[in-house]
């Protein structure tokens, strides 16, 4: 007789063990099913995470590829600054349609970094300042006929910048486009790129600080040193001259407000407040 079959054979087999062993598949199946898709879903967001990526980035590469000799791609920047400290540099400007190329040299032959450079941008009127540190000398023919030439620029003026070791240029903007900046290096490069948003500007009225027009003087330069700390800005008007502009508010009383704090700081220099839109230069 075979005893341990018998005990086998006198184990009891409980009412539900069918119904367990099938809560237990089903339990199993959608388990895997689960796993299936988390698996999916993982797949999924990379996927997106890449098609975002590339719809942020194919832009950078598509004006890009339209100007040779670029090296490799630091930062893009509408407002903010880069670059590295220099001194004795030279810039020369080219022109390719959508996008203005500034190149950089020393007596050693091309930098493999940009200068230390801002951009900042202003909404009354809407133009971009583009200053530029360590550079000795600029072919700003060529850079003002580069701008110039670009669709989205109204205009393009440079600075009175008393510093002879800094640069900087004005370019005012037609209604709804924007700049950004794209530093380069290994060679250094700043690539300005102008576009059409399609957006149009709404005519909403901006305060801010402005002084009687002047001359393109020392003192234009000099009134800036004096306000460095406010940004001051110049501005030319539709006559010619040049004025310098400090802040942008939502109200004239706010405007007033820091009138006064100003002049308190600095005394009075004849700044008043004065307003204008996106799209308004000062006649004088």
Same mark, same amino acid.
């Given at each position: 007789? =075979? +005893? ?8 009891? $087999? ?7 062993? @099938?809560?237990?598949?089903?339990? /199993? ?6 796993? #299936? *898709? ?5 797949? /999924? ?27 490799? +791609? ?10 590295? +400290? ?21 007596? @050693?032959?091309?930098? =493999?970094? #940009? ?8 909404? /009354? ?37 008393? @510093? @002879? ?33 399609? !957006? ?34 110049? *501005?030319?008007?539709?006559?010619? !001259?040049?004025?310098?502009? $400090? ?26 407040? /004065? ?10």
């Amino acid at each position: 007789m =075979n +005893i341990g079959k018998e005990k086998y054979d006198s184990i009891p $087999i409980p009412d539900a063990l069918d119904e367990v062993v @099938d809560s237990a598949m089903r339990r /199993a199946e959608r388990s895997k099913h689960l796993h #299936v *898709l988390r698996r999916t879903a993982a797949c /999924a967001a990379v996927v997106v995470c890449v098609l975002f990526a590339s719809a942020n980035i194919m832009p950078i590469y598509t004006y890009a590829s339209q100007i040779p000799v670029l090296g490799s +791609i630091v930062q893009v920047l509408q407002i903010g600054s880069g670059g590295e +400290i220099t001194d004795g540099v030279q810039g020369q400007a080219e022109n390719y349609g959508e996008s203005v190329k500034i190149s950089f040299s020393s007596a @050693d032959g091309e930098l =493999n970094a #940009v200068p230390h450079y801002s951009v900042t941008h202003y909404s /009354a009127p809407d133009r971009v300042v583009l200053t530029l540190s360590g550079v000795r000398g600029i072919d700003f023919e060529s850079l003002l006929g580069s701008l110039l030439g670009t669709d989205g620029v109204l205009d393009a003026y440079r600075m009175m910048i008393l @510093d @002879d070791s800094r640069f900087g240029v004005v370019i005012l903007l037609e209604d709804g486009w924007s700049c950004e900046a794209a530093e380069y290096s290994d060679p250094g490069a700043l690539v300005l790129r102008f576009k059409d948003t399609g !957006e149009r500007s709404d005519g909403s009225e901006i305060y801010y600080l402005r002084t009687e027009a002047m001359p393109y003087t020392d003192e234009l330069g000099l009134l800036c040193e004096e306000y460095h700390n406010e940004n001051a800005a110049q *501005l030319k008007t539709q006559s010619g !001259e040049y004025i310098v502009t $400090i802040g942008e508010y939502g109200s004239e009383s706010e405007a007033q407000e820091a009138l006064e704090a100003l002049n308190e700081l600095h005394g009075d220099h004849g700044l008043f407040v /004065a307003s204008g839109t996106a799209q308004t230069v000062p006649e004088n």
